[in-house]
């Protein structure tokens, strides 16, 4: 069946560090990828997305790009602030049932 | 206004108590989804509904049973709650975009704990 492999967190980083959220995947077919994220009391919601392989999404300086060869998906931003302190979650939808499969989530704890 | 509502947002219950959690949505997706929570375990799918004359069950859903009551809202229960079904539970919508299925759309969370 699909799944999703996300590094584990805690990730403790200092304010303007660079940040990196290994994930990757196992799909039939072609998946579209998510990054999700979750703010402390808030629900989810869709940070970037790429639905073919080579695609890269961005958004708020976050950017992944759609790797087929290593089935990766990789989150990374250049220079993170406080207020990016949130859990993170790779997903993926492979079908048009709209089944999605999450990743346990990483945590980021960004510090001043 | 959130586009996805959830009522309760917290709820205390005890063992063998029914529960009702409630999901409305104004986005005008025929898709909803009910989806757990927990650490370390990312989101488990339990329910999920196409329109209001289809129900399916997603990879966790004994224990639960959901209706949709219009296209806009989709309840799910638990008829006899356990502690481990103590966690966080989201409704989610999404649609079809050119025959792909889009993102989700979540609402903010319903905490329930089961003593």
């Known amino acids: 069946g699909n799944s999703v492999t996300q590094m584990e967190g805690p990730v403790t980083l200092s304010e303007e560090a660079f940040l990196t959220i290994n994930c990757t995947y196992t799909?039939?077919?072609?998946?579209?990828l998510f990054w999700y994220v979750q703010y402390p009391g808030e629900g989810l919601q869709l940070l970037l997305k790429?639905?073919?392989?080579?695609d890269k999404g961005s958004n708020k300086g976050f950017e992944a790009t759609y790797r087929k060869e290593t089935t990766s998906f990789h989150l990374e931003k250049g220079s993170v602030q406080v207020s990016d302190s949130a859990v993170y979650f790779c997903?993926?939808?492979?079908?048009?049932?709209?089944?999605?499969?999450f990743g346990a989530g990483t945590q980021v704890v960004v510090t001043p | 206004d959130a586009d996805v509502t959830q009522t309760p947002r917290n709820r205390i219950t005890k063992t063998g108590k029914r529960i009702m959690l409630e999901c409305s949505q104004t986005?005008?997706?025929?898709?909803m989804y009910w989806y757990r929570q927990d650490p370390g375990l990312g989101l488990r799918l339990i329910y999920y509904s196409f329109d209001v004359k289809d129900i399916n069950k997603g990879e966790i859903s004994d224990g639960y049973s959901v209706s949709r009551q219009a296209q806009a809202k989709f309840s799910l229960s638990l008829e006899s709650a356990i502690p481990n079904q103590t966690a966080l539970y989201f409704c989610?919508?999404?649609?079809?975009?050119?025959?792909?299925?889009?993102?989700?759309?979540f609402g903010e969370g319903s905490r329930l704990t089961v003593l």
């Open positions: 986005k005008g997706h025929d898709r």
């Open positions: 790429a639905t073919k392989a080579d």
């Open positions: 997903a993926l939808s492979a079908d048009s049932w709209g089944k999605f499969q």
């Open positions: 799909a039939t077919g072609y998946p579209s």
């Open positions: 989610a919508t999404s649609d079809l975009q050119q025959g792909v299925s889009g993102e989700l759309f």
